[in-house]
């Protein structure tokens, strides 16, 4: 009997817990949320805009290599293609409204993504990054030669045209809202995806891929649809950031690129959701901050180096750290 | 008889000696990175940084010393192989354990930082290198001009591919790196310095790349990010052979060079790709690669 109230009472004990840590992380999201909605005030929105569409680059990214266990090293492909579709839709078609474009350009990315899915999730681990290494390259190449791209030039002059054909985004504040809105429905949408009984299998599979065969989950399939997604995602992340700066580049398919996003999933920790949010704040305001002072030549070293020193000092990153420190100090 | 399919006998074998030439670097390279996979396991993507690193070397040293080819040869890669123990030593044995991705963006990182500061040293435009006296020339084979030096590429780079696997197939200290790669926890059972050989097999890929730089000066551009490029070609070879095996990662090499020449006579736009699309080709057919044992 007594034994029975004492379990009673951890179970309830925990339930509040879990209550009370839900409650803690409702008013962090609150506080962060009222800072981006006042952030323009105090900072130059298109600054903003450049760490909020890598943001939704890194947290895109994350779904992989965060929850699925997949380290894509192609991830700028798609980036690219949604930056060069609605760049290319909204200068030769003046009449499509901005966000039929940015949809479009999603779509694109999300059909490339279920090509290199197709090909890569054939083999595993250390493959699958060279594939989509490899296959990256080959959408460079594309780019760099097709007719409609630009070439070395690249885009530029992109209008950023009329939202819903009313709403004129070359105001700086109204895009910021924008850009503001679709992020927060980008990781709205991984937060509900992680915490989805789908979101589930794909932890099953990171922890344990052949337990998750075992127990008669179809991994291939799950496995593409999360890269799907992923590869969506990206490609708006491009899409809107072509429409903010009005130019699409071969910067944005580069290799360099997709070591950029895996740097700011990792460093602001991997399988969190704010994590990726954290580093792209981190690495694009540092790269800012070099290309103004005289180390504006040592991005790449630098970068290079907080690779090797978040790899050997802390793989959890920086929003992975601050848990682990909460979870030990709290119980 | 002058011409196949429309092209010039001469064009057409003058692109496939190209081709071969690519491909015995890409020979070189992927080898480096299959013995460091087998007992690693881990890839290496500062492969192409010590490809880099050993081209450089092989330049700087004859600028500072006036060292000459066939000794650079020799030393070029001894330094850099030495680099590559150190780095192993400092850096990778400590994060062993770890999930393998850690590894690969560990090397990435340590590709970034080389690749980088070497940029703000000595820019992105190129060293010269001018060529060994003796290679100077070529013999005209009748049916198209050989140079000398591009003979001789081809020879060393197949010598040491030979050599890489008579040793390790051949000999003792080969028998225990297969084992290594096979079980390397029973073999340290056996009383064998299983962290000296993973070092020493680090050391030894590493230097496979480097001897690749130090051969590529004379004829390709010598700068910081003449590595990277090449490097993704690699991948997407080692992808269509697998790493299994060392004669795989050799005759795949080869291959995809001539496939790459002779794309450049026939449809030169493609010919930057076409190793790509052979990899999606053989991934959808056999996923496992042509020399491939498991996925």
């Known amino acids: 009997m007594a034994n029975a109230t004492t379990q009673t009472d951890i179970q309830q004990s925990i339930i509040q817990q879990q209550k009370s840590e839900q409650r803690k992380k409702q008013i962090l999201n609150l506080v962060l949320l009222a800072l981006l909605l006042l952030a323009p005030a105090v900072m130059y929105p298109v600054f903003l805009m450049k760490i909020l569409c890598f943001a939704l680059f890194a ?16 991830h700028a492909a798609f980036l690219a293609a949604g930056s060069y579709t609605t760049g290319y839709l909204l200068s030769n078609f003046s009449g499509l409204t901005t966000e039929m474009g940015i949809l479009v350009g999603t779509a694109a990315a999300t059909v490339l993504g279920l090509g290199f899915g197709v090909v890569a999730i054939r083999r595993q681990g250390i ?51 924008f850009v503001l809105a679709v992020f927060l429905g980008g990781y709205l949408a991984v937060q509900r995806i992680v915490g989805s009984p789908f979101g589930q299998v794909l932890k099953a599979i ?5 337990r998750a065969v075992s127990l008669g989950y179809n991994v291939d399939r799950y496995k593409l649809l999360a890269f799907v997604i992923s590869a969506g995602l990206a490609g708006l992340a491009g899409s809107v950031k072509t429409v903010v700066f009005q130019l699409a580049s071969l910067n944005d398919a580069h290799w360099h690129m997709s070591g950029e996003v895996i740097l700011m999933t990792l460093l602001g920790g991997t399988g969190t959701l704010l994590g990726p949010v954290v580093g792209a704040t981190f690495v694009v305001n540092l790269e800012y901050q070099l290309a103004q002072g005289p180390l504006g030549d040592w991005v790449d070293p630098i970068l290079g180096g907080i690779f090797v020193l978040t790899v050997m000092a802390f793989r959890s990153g920086i929003v ?5 420190f909460m979870r030990k100090n709290m119980s | 008889m002058t011409e196949i ?19 015995a670097f890409y020979a070189l390279l992927s080898l480096g990175l299959a013995v460091i996979f087998g007992l690693l396991k881990i890839i290496n993507f500062a492969h192409g940084a010590m490809y880099m690193l050993g081209a450089m070397c092989t330049v700087l040293i004859f600028d500072a010393f006036g060292v000459n080819y066939w000794v650079a040869l020799f030393v070029a890669p001894v330094i850099v192989g030495c680099f590559g123990i150190l780095l192993e030593y ?51 084979l009748g049916f198209m001009f050989l140079p000398y030096y591009r003979a001789w590429v081809i020879v060393a780079a197949l010598l040491v591919c030979f050599a890489t696997w008579f040793m390790i197939e051949k000999t003792r200290l080969g028998s225990y790196l297969r084992a290594g790669t096979e079980d390397s926890q029973l073999m340290q059972g056996f009383g064998i310095n299983v962290p000296l050989l993973i070092s020493l097999t680090y050391g030894f890929g590493v230097m496979l790349a480097a001897f690749a730089g130090a051969l590529a000066a004379p004829i390709y551009s010598v700068s910081p990010v ?21 004669a795989g990662a050799v005759v795949t090499g080869l291959m995809m060079g001539v496939v790459e020449g002779f794309t450049k006579v026939f449809y030169p736009e493609g010919s930057a790709a076409v190793i790509f699309l052979v990899m ?4 959808l057919i056999r996923p496992s690669g042509l020399f491939g044992k498991e996925a």
């Open chain 1, 59 to 74: 947290v895109a990214f994350n779904l992989l290599l965060g929850y699925t266990g997949l380290l894509s090293f192609g």
């Open chain 1, 127 to 177: 493959y699958f990054a060279m594939i989509t290494l490899a296959l990256a390259q080959l959408v460079y190449f594309f780019f760099v030669q097709a007719p409609f791209t630009g070439g070395e030039d690249g885009m530029h002059g992109v209008p950023r045209g009329h939202l819903f054909g009313f709403v004129d985004l070359s105001n700086n504040y109204a895009m910021y809202y």
């Open chain 1, 206 to 210: 990171k922890q344990n891929e052949p």
């Open chain 1, 320 to 324: 992975g750290e601050i848990q682990n």
């Open chain 2, 5 to 23: 399919l429309g092209v010039p006998v001469a064009v057409l074998s003058g692109q496939l000696m190209l081709g071969v030439i690519n491909g």
């Open chain 2, 90 to 140: 400092f850096l990778l044995r400590r994060i062993a354990g770890q999930d393998h991705i850690y590894s690969l963006l560990l090397t990435f990182g340590i590709a970034l930082i080389l690749q980088g500061v070497l940029t703000n040293i000595y820019g992105v435009s190129g060293l010269r290198y001018s060529m060994p006296e003796v290679f100077r020339g070529g013999m005209n």
């Open chain 2, 226 to 246: 003449m590595g990277s490029n090449i490097l993704i070609v690699v991948f997407a070879v080692v992808v269509i052979g697998g790493m299994g095996s060392i």
């Open chain 2, 280 to 283: 999606v080709v053989v991934l």
